[in-house]
């Protein structure tokens, strides 16, 4: 059975993966939160990736690399270039001295979010980020062709649109991917010989897609969710937004300067709790 690691595995995707892919793989977990409990076939290391000597120890042994720590919303620079810019950094030459050549990197849709909803893309796309955010996912694609060409490691890098149970609003229903072909894309991604340098979109198999896929597709992706099963439901409950907002593909993130970090509510709370405790 391969060793896995995966960074951020405390979060939103992280766990969902946890649970996806439970017995498939031995799950090393890895995050700078700690984790609620750890399963059978789990073991978990806390670390900050932007450290270098934190990145180079998770990696160790592994047979490959999920790397989903960082800051997953648009943000201040120094939390972004801290958690993004350095971290991915780290961790793939952290991969590279170890020898891991396999690297799954979790880059957004928000790398082209400044696209128009009215045009359907594929990945061979200019990167055209709609944020700070989206900046550092591009630098995350343009390290992993670097280390692809330069030192033959194996990149593949999912565009990942919205993971979530069920698509939460109108923007979704073009971009939502499903926890089950999340986890089918990061499979693939994990186990087809003869990767150098893929870029696919993680979406699922979505009527409403802005996304040409079939390079996806191609490596043997078959999704096996559509958001158009919750279009009635979503669309009865839309509300007019934002217009910069509604005329591109990354919504709220081409008009505002900071979006609020999922991870912020338990991030605080924790922050109370040691306050609590005088710490
Ligand atoms: N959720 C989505 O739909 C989505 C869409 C596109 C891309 N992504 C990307 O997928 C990844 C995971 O997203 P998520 O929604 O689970 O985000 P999240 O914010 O829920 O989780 C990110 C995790 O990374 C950890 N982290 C942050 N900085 C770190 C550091 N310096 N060292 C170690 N760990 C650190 C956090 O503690 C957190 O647990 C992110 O890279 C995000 O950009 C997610």
Redesign the pocket.
């Known amino acids: 059975m391969k060793t896995v690691l995966i960074?951020?595995?405390?979060?939103?995707?992280?766990s969902h993966l946890r649970r996806e892919l439970a017995g498939k793989y031995q799950l090393r977990l890895?995050?700078?939160?700690p984790i609620k409990a750890a399963s059978k076939g789990e073991k978990f290391i806390k670390?900050?990736?932007?450290r270098m000597a934190d990145a180079l120890k998770i990696t160790k042994g592994v047979d490959a690399i999920v790397h989903?720590?960082?800051?997953?919303?648009e943000g201040p620079w120094e939390a972004i270039l801290?958690?993004?810019i350095v971290?991915c950094y780290n961790i793939f030459e952290a991969a590279r001295r170890n020898g891991v050549k396999r690297i799954i990197f979790?880059?957004?849709?928000?790398a082209v979010g400044f696209y128009r909803r009215d045009q359907t893309i594929d990945h061979r796309v200019y990167p055209r980020p709609d944020s700070r955010?989206g900046v550092s996912?591009v630098f995350g694609e343009a390290l992993g062709s670097l280390y692809a060409d330069k030192y033959g490691m194996e990149m593949f890098m999912i565009r990942?649109?919205?993971?979530?149970p069920k698509p939460i609003d109108k923007r979704r229903l073009s971009i939502w991917?499903s926890p089950r072909d999340l986890a089918q894309l990061v499979s693939l991604g994990i186990e087809k010989p003869g990767i150098k340098f893929e870029i696919v979109y993680?979406v699922s198999g979505n009527k409403r897609s802005w996304y040409d896929n079939s390079n996806a597709y191609r490596l043997g992706y078959t999704p096996q969710d559509d958001a158009e099963a919750w279009a009635e439901e979503v669309l009865k409950n839309e509300k007019p937004g934002n217009p910069i907002a509604e005329l591109y593909q990354g919504g709220i993130f081409c008009a505002v300067e900071e979006v609020q970090?999922?991870?912020a509510p338990a991030k605080a709370a924790a922050k109370k709790a040691r306050r609590k405790k005088g710490k």
């Open positions: 960074t951020g595995a405390t979060g939103d995707v992280g890895s995050d700078r939160r670390a900050d990736v932007s989903l720590g960082g800051y997953s919303v801290q958690a993004n971290g979790p880059t957004s849709n928000h955010y996912k990942i649109g919205n993971v979530n991917f993680g970090n999922p991870a």
